[in-house]
């Protein structure tokens, strides 16, 4: 039994389907990708994971017990916790404020509020030393790793994370990679969204590739990542694949989030980088893909 089991789910928003049949699973410590070109689906896909949307056709399973259809708190309780893509943290809360709404979920578990900041903060330093700035004065790194913290507070089976790079500079973006890395080691599984393709296949085993509302590849991220197929044809990503530890220019944020990233409180985070165009893929290069997937890797 897999830990998260989505199953041919559709999604509407009104009269338009942003999800036509979408399955997929991420097992027990597993780290798991989902990719797709803009407008693919992909955040649609983790809020209905995360019970912000209800599907209308499929189920979603998390350890065996059906989850759709239940409001997002309950979901939280069932074990998923959701870094939204923007973040929206409460800018004019201080950092501790906001980690404690993590912990809303388990909010009568009091004697536990404590010890659960303190492993937090464990994991983020930063944050402990600038636990009681506002959170909308943090940089834009470091607001991102308040996201993540305040998505770790519930202790989470499942961490689904969207965009976390978004907006940010390489070297943050590594240290926030290196800390899913280390909350993975210890027992989370993590299902991520990101929109630098060669960035979550190097960080995950397996992945899902999203386009037009359909899982049309899904295999080994190692073998994602050395099909020709699937940059030319799914993602509209151009440029080379980076060698790890080594991003191309066309696959790292770069220069995006180097202005933006001190950004304004809370939100606002959605535009930034994607008016730069330096996310080296683009709605319209999604969209060339008329062909089919190749059978042999569809899912
Ligand atoms: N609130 C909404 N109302 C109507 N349509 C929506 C809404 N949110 C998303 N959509 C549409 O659903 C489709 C999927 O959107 P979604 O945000 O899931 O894409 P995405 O893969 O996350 O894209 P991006 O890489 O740009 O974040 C798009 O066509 C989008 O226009
Ligand atoms: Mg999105």
Redesign the pocket.
Known sequence: MSLLDVDGIDVF??P?Q?LRGVSLRVEEGEKVALV??????????LRAISGLLAPTAGTIRLGGAKIDGLPAFEVVKHGIAHLP?GRELFSSLPVVENLKLGYWAKRKEKAGLQRQLDRVMDHFPRLRERATQAAGTLSGGEQQMLGVARALMSSPKLLIVD?LSLGLAPIVVAQLFDILEEVNREGTSVLL?E?FVHLALQHTARAYV?QK?EVVMAGSSADLVADPTLVASYLGETGAPAAPGEESAASVPAAAGAGAAGGGPGGGAKGRGRASGLRGRGRAAGSTSGSRPPSSGRH
């Open positions: 928003y009104g338009i942003a797709g070109a803009n407008g693919a689906g992909k955040t649609t896909t893509e965009e969204v929109q999203l509302g």
